[in-house]
């Protein structure tokens, strides 16, 4: 055989060799995974879009909980949020409602706050609404579309609580209020608003938009980063509405619920300073978490260790509180259609 014809052959077999793993890389590419939805606690990334909708999701531990899609009408208006429970569960469990920030989904925002693994434990149930245009009507013409239309989200909440109260084995008296960003403002707008309505509020990236007259006393923990570009820490008169700064936000519910002068307790875990005042008026409590250097962005691994996540930092405040009865006449929700998932 000569050299030309040896090269020839080589070349032939080497195309053919590539020929076959390109056709092993596609078939590959074109799989589909099982509905089955894994998420870490320290995940910072949604699921992908075929596999937000509704499913089976399982943790890193590989204990299984069931996420659905629920649809309610508040005020002529349909309205869609996500529910998460245990695929197991002994006894009724606390309920966390959870705002997405403007522009998140509600699966992206369950994927980021890290809370999905206390319901995979069978430690608590998670709804998570969806805002209109993924944006939340907070007062003072913020956010987007839902800051332009002015939908009643208030409402839309209490009849998320009301539309769960009624189907899962829920304790009244630990429902608990979480918000990031656009809707850790919604957050605080209601409790200004109608302060009985939760055990506990927590917010991370967010400050009150209207006026908090004084009156019920209810526990809020304020979380926030010393380098948000978004939420400046100081404070801005540039924006529409002004945002107060974060020390004028933590005084003010200093001050509604009647706390002593100095913090209970205080303690830092990695970034984040946290000062705690307890025995305030009515057992409440108020709690200011700093993290220092950390921008918008949520707090979660692997920006930050397991401890001082905002997931971890809000739960330890939730769970350290006195239970809160529920009114005792949530509103009612117009249950328009409900999507369940499996079990």
Known sequence: MTFRRKKLLLATLAAMLLFVTLTELIARAGHTEPATITISAASSQSPSPSRRETGTVRTAAQTLMNQSTRTITV????????????????????????????????????????????????????????????????????????????????????????????????????????????????????????????????????????????????????????????????????TRPPLMSVAAAVQLWHDRDGCPARPTTTGRVGPAEIRTWRECRNHTAVATVIYHDLPHAWPAQPRVAAAASAATVIWDFFTGLPDVPAPPDPPAATVARATHGPG
Not at 95 to 107: E, K, M, S
Request: proline share 7%; net charge positive.
């Open 75 to 238: 005020n002529g208006l349909r309205r869609i949020y996500l529910l998460l429970r245990p695929v197991q569960s002994v006894g009724r469990l606390p309920l966390v409602i959870l705002l997405h920030g403007r522009g998140l989904t509600p699966a992206a925002m369950v994927s980021l706050s890290g809370l999905a693994p206390l319901v995979a434990e069978g430690r608590a149930i998670l709804a998570v609404p969806t805002g209109l245009g993924l944006s939340w009507n907070a007062g003072g013409d913020c956010c987007g579309t839902a800051g332009r239309s002015r939908p009643d989200d208030p409402a839309f909440v209490h009849n998320v609580v009301a539309a769960v109260l009624h189907g899962e084995q829920i304790d009244t008296n630990r429902i608990y209020l979480v918000g990031y960003s656009n809707g850790g403002k919604l957050a605080l707008r209601m409790a200004c608003e109608d302060p009985a309505a939760f055990a506990g509020i927590a917010t991370y990236g967010a400050v009150p938009l209207v006026p908090c007259a004084q009156g019920g006393a209810v526990s809020v923990l304020l979380a926030a980063g010393t380098a948000d570009q978004v939420l400046p820490y100081q404070g801005t008169r540039l």
